[in-house]
């Protein structure tokens, strides 16, 4: 690896052209890391890595017969996704639809059996570190790695374990669901519609004032930083105020807390007429209640998840509401037949294509949650734009937050902002 600080062209004035790479630290190979396109910068420090492959000397006879690693190892079939590196660079225990071994993730990835429990999350939702229940977990019929399930019993020792390590993603109140017997298991009842909070429930949920009226929602990062929509915001930001803990609208209650915008960062390219890069930025002087936890991968979280929106917006009839609502949604996937032509990289839809929970006119930048597998709550989706508000077959469209990680931690220049903002 090689290390220069970097001033420019000096013979052409120009910035350096730099790709941006994501790695989390625990990566063997560039591989396993997420490159973004090239941006142009100015006197920054830039990181050089050198990458090559093994000469093949121009001839077919060294071609690997059965798996080829990333890094160009030759390894037989049966080592692969079976939570056991024989790549040396991972790539073998990645996109595995099941483990004959080891722990099979969520997002595809097999890890070794001595990495469930052990007090480091090792698999994108954490689900290697939750309790579980009989059912294995390694897509064969009988296995010793279980299902992950968070039974209620572990709710004050989980909760304890992350106030004490995190400083994000924790809800201010713990809530049990109703559940009802189908085939002998217990599942959660669905909300529909949405359903008034309980005073600080929601205590990352902020309100966006401008001029002397609330226009849109919005969620804190941590430290001194709000994510909210691009639309909400215009960069004067003596114009904003951010309102904290607030929970009706029209009332001044003790627990709410204002502060002045000191700075608007809307994304460079975003687009009023398209809605893309629907993203923006607030800077206020003090750091503030509980933050919510950015999501760092696109594949935190995938369609069929369950996650909850929150607002002052319009309801059915049309009527703004006072008292802050939330309601369940679902990450829907195939967003493009619902919104034909209209999405672009970095939108997601969320909703129920029954049309009965959806967001509205007044929700705009308010955030979509997602819980973990082990509780952990991250800022999925910024509100950005829909149709027919709560129509079926019109889900509403979010901004994909974990596609602006790299654009949060640029401009927010935020140490922090890392995974579980801590």
Not at 21 to 27: A, L, P
Not at 93 to 102: A, H, L, V, Y
Request: charge should be negative; charged fraction near 20%; proline fraction near 4%.
């Amino acid at each position: 690896n090689s290390y220069n600080r970097l001033q420019g062209d000096d013979r052409t004035g120009s910035f350096l052209p730099c790709m941006s790479v994501r790695c989390t630290g625990s990566e063997l190979s560039l591989a396993e890391c997420t490159l973004y396109a090239p941006q142009s910068v100015e006197n920054v420090e830039v990181v050089a890595v050198k990458c090559y492959t093994e000469p093949t000397n121009g001839s077919r006879q060294n071609e690997c017969p059965e798996f080829t690693c990333v890094n160009r190892k030759c390894i037989a079939w049966k080592h692969t996704c079976d939570g056991t590196d024989h790549c040396g660079d991972n790539s073998d225990e990645m996109c595995c639809k099941s483990c004959t071994n080891g722990f099979h993730c969520k997002s595809g990835v097999c890890i070794p059996s001595h990495a469930v429990q052990d007090g480091v999350r090792d698999c994108l939702g954490g689900e290697d570190e939750v309790h579980t229940d009989e059912k294995n977990n390694t897509g064969t019929d009988a296995g010793r790695y279980p299902v992950y399930s968070n039974p209620l019993g572990d709710i004050q020792y989980t909760r304890n374990y992350k106030e004490n390590q995190l400083e994000c993603g924790i809800p201010n109140m713990e809530y049990v669901y109703r559940t009802e017997e189908e085939n002998g298991h217990g599942r959660r009842k669905r909300v529909v519609g949405g359903e008034e909070t309980l005073p600080t429930q929601i205590q990352w949920q902020v309100a966006i004032q401008e001029a002397d009226r609330i226009t849109c929602g919005g969620v804190y990062l941590g430290g001194c930083w709000v994510l909210t929509a691009a639309r909400c915001v215009k960069p004067k930001p003596q114009n904003f105020k951010v309102k904290f803990s607030l929970w009706k609208k029209h009332f001044r209650q003790q627990t709410s807390d204002i502060a002045r915008v000191k700075n608007i960062i809307i994304h460079e390219d975003y687009n009023s007429r398209t809605h893309q890069n629907d993203i923006a930025l607030c800077l206020h002087p003090n750091p503030a209640v509980r933050a919510v936890c950015l999501p760092w991968s696109p594949l935190q979280f995938q369609p069929g998840d369950n996650c909850t929106i929150s607002g002052w917006g319009k309801n059915r009839e049309g009527r703004s509401t006072n008292i802050l609502n939330w309601a369940n949604v679902t990450i829907i996937a195939g967003c493009s037949q619902y919104h034909s032509g209209r999405i672009s990289e970095g939108m997601e839809c969320a909703g129920d294509l029954s049309g009965s929970v959806d967001f509205c006119q007044g929700d705009t930048g308010g955030p979509l949650v997602c819980e973990d597998a082990s509780g952990l709550s991250f800022v999925w989706g910024i509100m950005s734009w829909g149709e027919k508000c709560g129509e079926a077959n019109y889900p509403g469209v979010y901004t994909k937050v974990s596609h602006y990680f790299e654009w949060i931690r640029f401009h927010t220049g935020w140490s922090a902002v890392t995974k579980f903002n801590h």
